[in-house]
T-cell receptor, first 112, second 114 residues
């Protein structure tokens, strides 16, 4: 039981490049979330999903897109990376009705 | 929109002392309040949570109190140890939300000095 996993762990992008971050969970959780963590700003919700095929915007969705084609996977895409997207990205998941969120190990992204 | 404010941003205590971190929330319908601990370079992990129908909850050296009237809740750590050093986040779930969405506070860096 791996819990929540994220790939890659680290990535450096140039401005304008694109990439996809993958989140996978093996706990059969219905809900999945993408956060970004920046110093002094806590965890801010980017997008979330309440089930396969559904996604919704969080607090800071601009510049990101997501897809949830399979229940166990939640993808976060950056179409044209900007330096302001330099951050640590965390994925989380939870059971419907149980509010405890389980976090992945994070992806450190640097955009130069 | 919904907002959670957390204070202080940094807290330094001597080993054995108590530590208190406070959060206020804006949505009066919020009904779930977790606290997460994040050690350096690690993922956030839930340490304790409380629901709006309870005023206080305790788990060994940690406790959380909730004042719904004032819309604030606090984390109390007694007999602090060096391994308590970490960043602590409070969060609140909106009562009108059935999506499990949490709004997080800005975090408190706790340093426990031996």
């Amino acid at each position: 039981n791996a819990g929540v996993t994220q790939t890659p762990k680290f990535r450096v992008l140039k401005t304008g490049q694109s990439m996809t971050l993958l989140c996978a969970q093996d706990m059969n959780h219905e809900y999945m979330y993408w956060y970004r963590q920046d110093p002094g700003m806590g965890l801010r919700l980017i997008h979330y999903s309440v089930g396969e095929g559904t996604t919704a915007k969080g607090e800071v969705p601009d510049g990101y897109n997501v897809s949830r084609l399979k229940k166990q996977n939640f993808l976060l895409g950056l179409e044209s990376a900007a330096p302001s997207q330099t951050s640590v990205y965390f994925c989380a998941s939870s059971f419907q009705g149980s509010y405890e969120q389980y976090f992945g190990p994070g992806t450190r992204l640097t955009v130069t | 929109g919904e907002n959670v404010e957390q204070h202080p941003s940094t807290l330094s205590v001597q080993e054995g002392d108590s530590a208190v971190i406070k959060c206020t929330y804006s949505d009066s319908a919020s009904n779930y309040f977790p606290w997460y601990k994040q050690e350096l370079g690690k993922r956030p992990q839930l340490i304790i949570d409380i629901r709006s129908n309870v005023g206080e909850k305790k788990d060994q050296r940690i406790a959380v109190t909730l004042n719904k009237t004032a819309k604030h809740f606090s984390l109390h750590i007694t007999e602090t140890q060096p391994e308590d050093s970490a960043v602590y986040f409070c969060a609140a779930k909106g009562g009108s939300s059935n999506t499990g969405k949490l709004i997080f506070g800005q975090g408190t860096t706790l340093q426990v000095k031996p």
